[in-house]
């Protein structure tokens, strides 16, 4: 199975940037897709980005241009880098480990996630 931690989080004014940290244990995570998704408060979980085995890279509207997924294999890490961050932006943010058989989802593991607050 794949063990996942994220770090990175903080506060920041809007505008400012943060890069998080997907670190992954127990598992190769380059046979992975993984996905950042958040949690805003009060409201459900939504998709940010993905990142697939093979380097194909897919953004939600809301953060095209300013967030920046991508992975190092050497490390068994995955970077979630944020930009002209916005108070809606604000959540918890979570990393996702996941396989494909096609366009079905198989098995995934969650990491306990990393707050992130951007004021205005």
């Known amino acids: 199975q794949v063990h996942l931690v994220e770090s990175g989080g903080g506060s920041v004014q809007a505008g400012g940037s943060l890069r998080l940290t997907c670190a992954a244990s127990?598992?190769?995570?380059?046979?992975?897709?993984v996905g950042w998704y958040r949690q805003p408060p009060g409201k459900q979980r939504e998709l940010v980005t993905t990142?697939?085995?093979?380097?194909?890279?897919n953004y939600a509207d809301s953060v095209k241009g300013r967030f920046t997924i991508s992975r190092d294999n050497a490390k068994n890490t995955v970077y979630l880098q944020m930009n002209s961050l916005k108070p809606e932006d604000t959540a918890v943010y979570y990393c996702?480990?996941?396989?494909?058989?096609?366009?079905?989802?198989?098995?995934?593991?969650w990491g306990q996630g990393t707050q992130v607050t951007v004021s205005s």
């Open positions: 990142i697939g085995s093979g380097g194909s890279t």
């Open positions: 127990g598992s190769i995570l380059s046979l992975y897709n």
């Open positions: 996702n480990a996941f396989l494909l058989n096609g366009n079905l989802r198989g098995p995934s593991y």
